[in-house]
């Protein structure tokens, strides 16, 4: 039997997520997503306070276990560990 995979249309990439240097961020960008990925997180980390993450996720975003993926097709960005789960 005949494999369509030659057949499906590909991603086009500039459609894929991609990583974001944070050095081309400002301090408040940074701090905003840091600020998202706490309250997203929140009822999972097991704190009364999502932002008492916050000295946690800036260093894991500082030693790059969390990076910053742009979406283009959704215009959203966010950290994320580097692997990107939808990948």
């Known amino acids: 039997m005949e494999q369509d995979s ?38 999972t980390n097991e704190t009364e306070s999502p932002f008492a993450e916050r000295a946690r996720v800036i260093a894991a975003v500082e030693k790059g276990d969390l990076v910053v993926w742009f979406d283009p097709v959704e215009n959203t960005a966010g950290l994320d560990h580097p692997v990107h789960q939808n990948d």
Do not use: I
């Open 6 to 43: 030659e057949n499906q249309p590909q991603q086009d990439p500039r459609d894929a997520p991609f990583v974001v240097d944070t050095d081309l961020l400002t301090k408040d960008q940074l701090e905003g997503l840091v600020d998202e990925y706490c309250t997203r997180f929140h009822g």
